[in-house]
């Protein structure tokens, strides 16, 4: 029924920011070119990475707009569509232009923590307003849920149009529970670069990526091997290039670390919306000085 093909490498994509904070478009375009040419399997717009909290609702039509068209059909385009409010987000999802969008990602409901039944309502809701097939994002370190295995499962097995979750929980043995228990049709993506080759090893089909916005060949060599089989000599190859600059980059947390990577790259300015900010001077030095061993 949902011709959508999440195997491979997802980009968590970026907004990037002019100096007044206003979108910039042309880095935008960039950076679209950039993961076309590079490998990247597709793209997920207005994600935790996209800082979407901070974009107003025009800017973010505008965003998905510009990518879709951009991307113009050569690969899938994710949207983010999540909240706390389920009635706000069904009817976003009833009256949104979702031209050139493949499916939507949904991050668990945050700040009013729901339990387990109201995770399972909430997204059954969703379920029946959206168009397109649905991707759970499982992320409790940011929302404070966590949705168990259980309950990921229960709405696998009675939303048809609910065809995978991006599991950022960090936990292996949650993660494998639904893997094992999901029906025909349901998948398993990586939230979290660390454990790309753990949760693909266990029969996962991918990772949406924050580390790929700066290094999506890389990225995408990595899950291509661990997708064949080669999880092991993979993870030991990445961890000895990039162990540090992994750490680096997550060390002020995400966009701003990868923000860094990508201005000393010269693809964006290095420019964050409040209440976000760029790292420090000593992060900025000490990732300069780590690029700079790859020449």
């Known amino acids: 029924m949902f011709k959508v093909d999440l195997r491979g490498l997802g980009v968590a994509l970026i907004t990037p920011f002019k100096e007044d904070t206003s979108v ?15 490998g990247t399997d597709y793209i997920v717009a207005l994600g935790t990475t996209a800082e979407t909290p901070t974009l107003s609702k025009k800017e973010k039509n505008e965003v998905v707009r510009f990518i879709a068209e951009q991307v113009n059909g050569k690969i899938p385009v994710v949207m983010g569509v999540g909240g706390n409010n389920t009635s706000a987000v069904a009817e976003e999802l009833q009256t949104n232009d979702f031209t050139g969008v493949s499916a939507i990602l ?37 929302t ?6 259980g309950t990921t499962l229960r709405l696998a097995r009675d939303c048809s149009n609910i065809i995978a979750v991006k599991e950022a929980s960090g936990d292996l043995g949650q993660i494998k529970a639904v893997i094992d228990g999901a029906p025909e049709g349901f998948y398993v993506i990586s939230g979290d670069d660390g454990i790309t080759t753990d949760v693909i090893a266990l029969g996962g089909i991918g990772v949406i990526s924050v580390f790929a916005n700066a290094f999506p060949v890389e990225m995408a060599w990595l899950v291509k091997n661990a ?22 980059m997550s060390v002020e947390g995400n966009p701003a670390g990868v923000k860094c990577l990508l201005h000393i790259k010269g693809m964006i300015r290095n420019t964050l919306r409040l209440p976000l900010v760029p790292v420090s001077d000593k992060t900025l030095r000490e990732i300069k000085e780590e690029l700079a061993l790859f020449g």
């Open 144 to 149: 404070g849920v966590n949705m168990t295995a």
């Open 227 to 248: 997708l064949e089989g080669n999880a092991a000599d993979a993870r030991r190859k990445m961890n000895a290039d990039f162990d540090r600059l992994f750490h680096l």
């Open 24 to 38: 910039d478009y042309e880095a935008l375009s960039r950076l679209v070119k950039f993961h076309l040419e590079s």
């Open 106 to 142: 949904s991050v668990t409901p945050y700040y009013n923590k729901p339990t387990q039944e109201g995770l399972y309502r909430h997204y059954c809701a969703l379920s029946q307003a959206s168009p397109l097939p649905i991707i759970l994002y499982n992320v409790p370190g940011r």
